[in-house]
């Protein structure tokens, strides 16, 4: 006999009380940025690892909102919303595709480092979200950079997000941490460009 999980649907329907939830864990308010960072074990000691870690403290040093899946918080946050059916996808396409009850992004941005086997199962399943391709980052390894035009990494995933919907991808000397964020500032100033301009047309709709 197959045993059928129930399973977690991907924009469950918010009570007041998930809602606010969501809005203690995540700050979605016109004046905040809030920032998916995924990639490598934070904990490792590899340098795609240092980058993430590099990243993350950067990003708070700006006064982002950076969100990670390791939060306790956020895994606490979603065993709430689902029970114990929901998984490490589930969460983070959620997270990723998924908006507040004002209707405001959940994740304004997403910055992906390639580098282990979990990130490149993130990699992939935000290869078929095109609607999200906009607000995404990749940093690709330039230590194999020779290999992108053979590789199923360059010609599957590095290739669908060139062809998408304005994903960025950028191929990274890991260890050169100053460069790489040098990069990731200039992807969140569009990424908080973007948020003003739609805040601003919206405004202007409700008030001409």
């Known amino acids: 006999m197959v045993i059928r999980r129930k399973v977690a649907p991907l924009n469950p329907n918010w009570s007041d009380e998930l809602s606010t939830a969501i809005a203690d864990a995540i700050d979605t308010s016109d004046t905040k940025i809030s920032i998916l960072v995924l990639g490598p074990n934070l904990d490792g000691d590899e340098p795609g690892s240092d980058l993430r870690r590099h990243i993350i403290q950067k990003c708070k040093d700006e006064q982002f909102t950076t969100v990670l899946a390791e939060y306790q918080q956020m895994q606490e ?42 990130s490149f199962i993130e990699l992939g399943m935000f290869v078929f979200k095109e609607k999200i391709h906009k607000k995404m980052l990749v940093l690709f390894n330039k230590d194999h950079e020779d290999t992108m035009t053979d590789s199923f990494i360059g010609r599957g995933a590095r290739m669908a997000f060139d062809n998408g919907r304005n994903a960025i991808t ?24 973007e948020k003003w301009w739609h805040k601003w047309i919206k405004r202007a709709r409700r008030y001409g």
Do not use: T
């Not at 059916?85 to 959940?106: F, H, P, Q, S, T």
């Not at 950028?170 to 460009?193: A, I, P, T």
């Open 77 to 118: 946050l979603f065993s709430k919303l689902w029970g114990p059916v929901y998984d490490l996808c589930k969460m983070e396409l959620w997270l990723a595709c998924g908006k507040d009850k004002r209707g405001r992004n959940i994740i304004d941005g997403i910055v992906i480092i390639p580098s282990s086997a979990g």
């Open 170 to 193: 950028k191929l990274m000397d890991y260890q050169d941490l100053d460069g790489s964020w040098s990069e990731v500032s200039e992807f969140l100033k569009r990424v908080q460009n």
